[in-house]
């Protein structure tokens, strides 16, 4: 019932400010069991740890303001200029942030020993503040990895 009503919401919004956020719903209820009212509950995609907002379903019609103020904050803490995430913008995974630096390490023939340089580090930390590196062991196995699966399909191109 909760995730009918959750896309039946999403439907209807129009706000860029929305793709700034993981939308879930919560159901309160009283200490008898009775229902109370149903939140939602919008989390920071970027910082899920530092920033989320709840809003009531009844108030989802006043607009989007709480959230574009929410996002501004949000962006203002961890030294970002502008106030929303457009939809071209990647979002960070870390998953992705290790492909990325196991294809670096293999395309340019740099050691996995990379991700433990003091200024790497840093200028990680200033791009994106609080990314987890992964260790040069990680980088290794990813290289690995990439190698085994893609010779497979060069072997099945020749």
């Known amino acids: 019932m909760l995730q009918f009503l959750l ?3 999403r439907t209807v919004w129009r706000s860029e400010v929305y793709d700034h ?3 879930s719903l919560i159901h309160e209820c009283a200490e008898d ?5 149903i939140n939602f509950i ?5 910082y899920p740890t530092t920033y989320s907002h709840i809003c009531a ?7 989007t303001s709480n959230l574009q103020l929410g996002v501004a904050q949000c962006n ?3 030294g970002i200029l502008g106030t929303q995430v457009s939809k071209s913008d990647p979002l960070y ?7 990325l630096i196991a294809l670096h390490c293999a395309k340019h023939y740099q050691p996995f020993n990379l991700v433990l340089d003091d200024d790497c580090q840093m200028e990680v930390q200033m791009l994106w503040p609080g990314t987890k590196i992964p260790h ?3 980088v290794c196995w990813d290289v690995n990895a990439m190698y085994f699966r893609m010779s497979k399909h060069v072997q099945n191109y020749f």
């Open 21 to 23: 956020y993981d939308v």
């Open 7 to 9: 896309a039946a919401s």
């Open 33 to 37: 069991g009775s229902p109370l009212h």
């Open 57 to 63: 379903w009844s108030k989802t019609s006043e607009g």
């Open 93 to 99: 995974s870390e998953a992705a942030h290790c492909a």
């Open 136 to 138: 040069p062991m990680t």
């Open 76 to 78: 203002k803490c961890h």
């Open 42 to 46: 919008f989390t920071s995609k970027l």
